[in-house]
Structures are given as C-alpha cells and as structure tokens.
C-alpha cells in the first residue's frame, strides 16, 4: 500500500516538510511522555499515604458503575442515580466502620487477651513437653531440643507480656475502670502467674527503655499521638476516598477521552480497543475477586461459629481472613494463625457439635480453614472469578514483597491488583498490536 | 485504477446515498450527528447523548483513517476536509473505490463486530472525523435502549440500502 502524493500534487520539499513535522512531533511525544511519566513517578512516591485511600475510592467506584449503569436503565437520572450510590456508600462506610469498631476488642480486652495467650501458650507448652511439675525433667523432645525451645519461647514471652504501663492499666480495669466491668479473678491470676515469671527478668531492660524515650520524646510531641490526632490523621487522609469515589462516578468518560485524545492517529482505534478490553478483564476481576473475598470471610465466620468461637470472634477472624484473601494463600494463612492463636486459649467451647472441645479446637481450626480453601478453589474462584486473570505464584510473592518493601501496607494489599491491570494492560496491548499488524 | 464508471457504481456501496451535503460550511459536531442518517431519527436530547460518546480526530492529508484488514472498532464520519476509500492494487499502486465527503460516513459496519476492514481509508486533504465507538454503542443499546434501537434500526436500513444497491449492480452487469 503505497501513500501517494495526494490529489494537490505536493512537491518534494512539501513532502521533506512533512516528513520533518513527524519527525518533530515523535520527539515530543518521546519527551512529553518520559516527562509524564517521571512526574507520575515522582507523585506516587510522594502521596504514597494516599495511594490506599484514593485507590479504595476507585476500587468501590468500578464496583458502582454497573449499579449506575441499572440505574439509568431503570429511568433513574444519571445525577439521582450518583447521590443515591453516594448516600449509600456513606451509610455503608458508617455502619461497616460502626461494626468494626464493635468487633475489635478494646483496651481492657487486648489486655485481657494477651494475658490469656500468653498463659495458655506457656501452659501448653509445658504439658507437652512433659514440665509441668515442679521437679520434671521433660520428655525426649525438650531433652534434645529444650535448651532451643526454651529460648524461643523466652523470645515469644518478651513480645507477649505486659510492660510497666499495661500492668499498671491492667490493674486499673481489674478494679473497674472507664466504666467497664472488672476482670475476672481467673484471668487476674493468669496476669499474676505471668507477671511473676518475667517482672524481675524485664526491670532494668524497661527502665533503660523508657529513658531512652525520654530522651528522644520531647513533651510537647505528646498531643501528636493522642487518639484524637490519630483519628483527625486518619480522616484526614481517609476524606480522599469518598471524594474519588464521587468524582469518578460523575466523570462520564472524559478522563477516557482526554488520553484518548492524546494517542496518534494511528493507534487511535488500538488505543479505544485496549481500553475497553482492559477496562473490561480490570472490572471482572475486582467484582470477582470482591465476591470471593466476601464468600471466603462469611464462610469462616460461619464454620468458626459452628465449631464453637464466639461470634465476635468468629466474624473478626472472618473479616481478616476475607480482605487477607485478595492475596492467596494469605486468607488461609491469616485464619489459621488467628483461629489457633484463639483455639490455644479458648476455655469454654459451645459448639454444635459435641465432639469439638477446647482441647481438639485447633484440630476444628485446622479442618476449617481446609473446608475453606476446598470451597475456595472448587466453587468460588470457578463460578464467582471464572476466567478472571492468572498470576504466577513466584509474581504473587514477589509483588506482595516488593509491594510492602516500597509503599507498606498499602503495597502489600494492592500489589496483587497491580500485577493484574498491568499483566492485562500488557497482554492485551500487544495482543491488538499484533491484530492491528502494528508489531 | 477503476474507470469512472466503476467508480461512480462502487461509490453506490461506500457513499452515503442519504448524503444532504452542502459544501464549505462549518458546523457543529451534534449538526453533523444530525445529519447523518444513522442518528436520524433521534431526538435534540438523545443527539447531544450521542455527541457526548463521540472522539474528534484530527488528519493530515496522507494519513489513513483505517488500514485494510485490521479489526474495525469505530465508525468514521466527516466532518470537513476528504478521504478516499482505498484497497491495494496489483500493482504498488491502489484502487480508489470511493470518494467520503463532509457529513457523510464510512466503517459502519464496525458497529457490529470487529472483523477485519475491506478497505482503508485515507484523508487526501486536512480531515477532522467523528469517530463513533462500537462499544459506546452497546452501552447505549443497554443503558438507553431507545436511543440503541433508533441507531441500530437506522444501521440495518443503511446496510440494507447498499445491499440492494450492490445487488442492482451485480444484475446491471450480468444484463
């Protein structure tokens, strides 16, 4: 196919001009774009705190958009139709962070909680290895091995007990404090068993520590980290969200236009193919994989209930385990380590089924999280995420890593989702530059 | 090259047969809409929907719309300026089937499916184009299935009209 001169007949100075022009404008584009993409760069790396905010915004807004586009069905106004899913969204922001709130446990619990773990744990510990009694000198597993384990668990005690402030608070809500009932005797003399063995063990290392913060904290810095701050930190990085959320549901393709707008004439039809392609395998995905996150959780609230956790528990095991679970593998992993850490200090199990016991819970656990992943693999990813996209499992680890490494938790929640738009992007994109005998 | 004649038949297929053409003059992009056949029979309110779904694209002269066997995703109207409908010939040299000016259309049939385009189109002067996006239109048919019906309805005649004009041809030649 040949592009001729034209039917002006242009000269060959007019087709050396033109050649130039082009010349002159791939440049540019060349240039515009390492500059774009540089200052892209550039403002990730320094909003980085907004990234997870703005992209939970756009994440919930995708979700929307097929409710938008009903609505319109329905003869509900395109303007309607937003103020409705923006009232919802409020309410239901309000009412999920309401419920979480409830479920997570307050200060006297998290007290309690750890005093409880670290008892059991410890006693659990010594049963097994055959010292319990004073005077036991432990089974084959603690001769050959006890020196190590006992190290170990002297490293996991340390991060489980109490310091000086949390024993003082602990002794506050065991008489009744913030208007919340006192604790329970049992629990008190877990803290003091507890305490006893480490009180002498931590007394200088806690008093060099508490220097050392003395020294670095100066007095005025103590208003910064009052819960009120970090609250009016949280909203107001967390005040993106809805914002994002309500100007992509009003944009009514004119961010699709303007890149658009931007690409050649050439790669013009490629470019709204990719687009659409892209825009298309992104939205299943997150339907899909929003779906099998909540299918997972609600299934691990439901089976731990079962099995004899407390609601409350159950439902927080099974929110974790669910958001955990847009990782794989991690929502198994995160229900696991919850419902054992649980099931080591569970005391009084209810379950529905007599043969389920505070001593085989973590058997019950175990068989839970494996009914899950069962479910998981041969109901919700085939019938919920179907075809959605694949990763290798050497790009999942490396994502979540490298993701963490670089933007936090943010990076570790979104890494997986990033891979997917950008596997997609690229996929697709040379798929149709192939079909448009572009490459 | 085809003969004048040959021309002015193959034209039957790629022009506009509906073409309400006057020249030199400027509008609009929802006028240009307006006068497109396929929009015809949609409303002031539902026209400005459409105009809203539109991409403007810009030609220089020796550009090409769309290439010959790529997959079509967009429909093409003129708004200014000229473009030759174009297929390879035996030699280096190409075909020119048909001749689209302002306000009429070209890749209709993009609207449908994506298979491959039976010709390119090259702007033989400075182009401005209004590209219409075959999913835009799907989106229509699901969010605003009046407006979707009207167009595809619209299309289906269209398309109808250059069968019967191809069809006439064939039995002319045939005579």
């Known amino acids: 196919m040949t592009h001729g001169t034209g039917p002006h007949g242009r000269g060959n100075s007019d087709i050396h001009q033109t050649d130039k022009r082009k010349q002159t404008r791939r440049i540019v584009f060349i240039i515009t774009a390492i500059l774009a993409v540089l200052t892209l760069l550039f403002f990730i790396w320094s909003l980085r705190p907004i990234i997870l905010p703005a992209i939970v915004g756009m994440f919930v807004a995708y979700l929307c958009f097929p409710v938008l586009k009903l609505f319109t069905k329905i003869g509900i106004p395109r303007a309607a139709g937003i103020l409705l899913l923006f009232g919802t969204f409020f309410i239901v922001v309000m009412v999920v962070a309401n419920l979480v709130g409830a479920i997570l446990p307050n200060e006297k619990e998290q007290l309690v909680l750890r005093t409880r773990f670290q008892y059991k744990l410890n006693e659990r510990y010594h049963a097994f290895m055959g010292i319990s009694k004073q005077g036991d000198t432990g089974n084959i597993v603690y001769k050959y091995l006890g020196d190590d384990l006992d190290h170990f668990m002297g490293s996991i005690n340390a991060a489980l007990s109490l310091n000086r402030e949390e024993r003082m608070l602990f002794m506050k809500y065991r008489i009744g404090y913030n208007h919340l009932a006192p604790i329970k005797d049992k629990y008190y003399e877990y803290f003091l068993k507890n305490t006893h063995s480490v009180v002498d063990r931590e007394q200088p290392t806690e008093s060099a520590k508490n220097d050392g913060e003395n020294k670095t904290t100066p007095a005025g810095e103590d208003n910064e980290t009052s819960p009120l701050a970090a609250i009016m930190a949280a909203f107001k990085l967390w005040i993106i969200m809805p914002l994002v959320f309500l100007f992509l549901l009003i944009d009514d393709g004119e961010i699709k236009r303007f890149f658009v707008a931007l690409v050649p004439n050439r790669y013009f039809e490629v470019s709204l193919a990719v687009f659409d392609k892209v825009n298309k395998a992104i939205g299943n995905y997150l339907r899909g994989i929003l779906m099998e996150c909540s299918l997972v959780g609600l299934s691990y609230a439901i089976l731990l209930s079962i099995f004899g956790f407390e609601i409350k528990m159950a439902v927080m095991i099974g929110l974790f385990a669910g958001i955990a679970n847009a990782i794989p593998l991690m929502g198994a992993g995160i229900a696991l380590a919850c419902g054992a850490s649980y099931a080591l200090i569970a005391e009084n199990v209810n379950s529905v089924l007599p043969f389920i016991t505070a001593d085989n819970l973590i058997l019950a656990v175990l068989v839970c999280v494996i009914i899950v992943m069962a479910m998981d693999n041969v109901i919700f990813q085939p019938f919920v995420v179907g075809g959605a996209v694949q990763i290798h499992p050497l790009a999942v680890f490396l994502g979540i890593i490298g993701g963490s490494m670089l933007f936090g938790f943010a990076g570790l929640i979104l890494a997986i989702p990033t891979i997917v738009v950008v596997k997609e992007f690229i996929a697709t994109l040379f798929t149709e530059l192939k079909d448009y005998y572009i490459i | ?175």
């Open chain 2, 1 to 175: 090259m085809a003969t004048i004649k040959e021309k002015k038949q193959i034209n039957a297929f790629w022009g506009n047969v509906f073409s309400r053409f006057k020249a030199g003059k400027k509008i609009p992009n929802i006028e240009v809409l307006k006068l497109c056949p396929i929009f015809q029979h949609l409303s002031a309110r539902e026209l400005k929907k459409v105009a809203g779904l539109i991409y403007e694209r810009k030609y220089h002269a020796g550009e090409y719309l769309f290439e010959m066997d790529q997959p079509g995703t967009a429909m093409f109207i003129i708004k200014s300026g000229l473009v030759k409908v174009v297929v390879p010939g035996h030699t280096s040299q190409e075909i020119e089937l048909a001749t689209i000016k302002p306000e009429d259309f070209l890749g209709e049939l993009a609207l449908l499916d994506d298979t491959p385009r039976s010709a390119s189109a090259k702007a033989t002067e400075k182009t401005e184009a209004l590209a219409f996006f075959r999913e835009d239109l799907n989106e229509l048919v699901e969010t605003h299935p009046a407006i979707g019906s009207k167009i595809l309805k619209d299309l289906s005649i269209i398309i109808g009209q250059r069968l019967k004009a191809v069809n006439e041809q064939i039995y002319s030649k045939g005579d």
